[in-house]
């Protein structure tokens, strides 16, 4: 008994004074407390922003400082979480005008390359899966921070932005010359596993 | 034409209702059916549910005065010609409309109201929301809206196949009753 405790202990406070950040690791995307946003971006006939987001999505990433480049990440988005702040509008935005929730439940990005640009900028090339189109997109990447957080774990956060033409993915319902491409913007806070 | 009904005959406040309300109804399947379809760029694109919405709410209001009008007025009793099928048919029928056109008024303030705005009528008053926020309500009230109203206009097109049967073939009072004659 007094072995098995002896044990738990070590073990726990061995985890606990990890040197961190030396080494690879695999991080979960914090999606459970919120620290992690999905936006979308797009212009109301050139006149003012629309933004919305993405409420439901998970991911996780893997992030090594001394291999950058073997950087992945991987991102699932329930569609049907689309949140304009506007029910009617929603309805509208998960329907067969636009991303067709139905058919399409899910997208995906699957991370391809992760190149580092210096000052904490980097370029995160993947396949980005919308509306059934897979298509390469390309996120300008800020590495915002890290480090211990207050409740003994080891966090890890990116932003990021991308944008693209909503008919690279079969999205054609005409909303103006002004509206043709959504901007992403992506915040995620990863917990080291 | 007397206002009030009789036991032999319909009022007039009864026989503008209905027809009133065979109007709207047709008239607002139609209708809904078209804004769903509108491109963003059409004038009517944000007109056409404005309407549909208020058309809606008061169908609502005049559809509650019309249940108080029926039970406070006596009711033309049924036809003797027409057989206890076609009496029990016609209740049936008749009952179901009003509980699909209640449905139907409540499933669409549930998806206007999703959010927790209002419903307006014709910048006249609104209508605040009160069950919201729940997840994907206003697709979940979409879809109903949608089955019932479909319902609605199968059952009304038997209805007036009903009437014109009685009209043409059995030559009884049935429709010219409901005309207020």
């Given at each position: ?11 726990f406070?061995s ?5 961190s ?7 979960e ?10 936006q979308?971006?797009i212009s109301?006939l050139?006149?003012?922003w ?13 992030y090594?400082?001394k ?9 699932s988005i329930?569609t ?8 009617e509008r929603?309805k509208?935005?998960?329907s067969k005008?636009?991303?067709?929730v ?6 995906k ?17 993947g396949d980005?899966t919308?509306?059934?189109v897979?298509?390469?997109v390309?996120?300008a ?8 957080d207050?409740?003994g774990?080891?966090?890890r956060?990116?932003a990021g932005t991308t ?12 909303l ?18 | 034409m007397?206002?009030?009904n ?13 027809w009133?309300?065979a109007?709207?109804v047709v008239?607002m399947?139609?209708?809904g ?7 963003y ?9 404005f309407?549909h ?6 169908l609502?209001?005049l559809t509650?005065?019309?249940l108080?009008?029926?039970w406070?007025?006596?009711r ?5 010609g027409?057989?206890?099928f076609e009496?029990r048919?016609?209740?049936?029928a ?5 509980l ?6 409540i499933?669409g303030y ?17 209508i605040?929301a009160t069950v ?7 697709d ?7 089955v ?6 199968t059952?009304?097109t038997?209805?007036a ?12 009072r049935?429709l010219?009753?409901i005309l207020?004659?």
């Open positions: 008994m007094k072995n098995t405790l002896l044990a738990f202990i070590l073990l406070s985890s606990a004074f990890v040197p950040a030396a080494f690879a690791a695999d991080y995307i914090d999606t459970k407390g919120a620290h992690a946003f999905i979308f971006k109301h050139g006149y003012s629309l933004v919305g987001r993405f409420n439901t999505f998970d991911g996780e990433f893997s090594d400082e291999n950058p480049a073997a950087s992945k990440v991987v991102v329930d049907a979480s689309i949140d304009s702040n506007h029910a929603d509208h935005l998960r005008d636009f991303l067709d139905g058919k399409f439940p899910k997208a990005f699957v991370s391809t390359s992760f190149k580092e640009l210096g000052n904490g900028k980097a370029e995160l090339v980005l919308l509306h059934g897979t298509r390469a390309t996120i990447v800020e590495h915002v921070g890290h480090g211990k207050p409740w774990g080891y966090r956060g990116f944008k693209f033409a909503l008919k690279d993915f079969g999205i054609d319902y005409d103006g010359p002004a509206s043709q491409e959504v901007e992403l913007f992506l915040s995620v806070e990863g917990i080291r596993k | 007397k206002l009030r009789t036991e032999q005959r319909w009022g007039l406040v009864s026989v503008i209702i209905h009133f309300t109007i709207a008239g399947f139609a209708l059916l078209w804004m769903v379809e509108l491109t760029y059409d004038h009517w694109y944000r007109q056409a549910p309407i919405k208020s058309i809606g709410v008061l609502f209001l509650l005065a019309r108080l009008w029926r406070s007025n006596p033309p009793v049924e036809l003797t027409h057989s206890a009496k048919a016609a209740r049936i008749h009952g179901l409309i009003y699909l056109l209640f449905s139907i008024m499933s549930l998806i206007s109201t999703a959010d927790g705005r209002a419903v307006d009528v014709f910048n006249w008053f609104s605040p919201h926020g729940h997840e994907q309500q206003e979940i009230a979409g879809l109903i809206h949608l019932l109203a479909v319902s609605l206009i059952l009304v038997m209805h196949a009903a009437a014109l049967k009685h009209h043409f073939v059995d030559r009884d049935t010219s009753r207020g004659k």
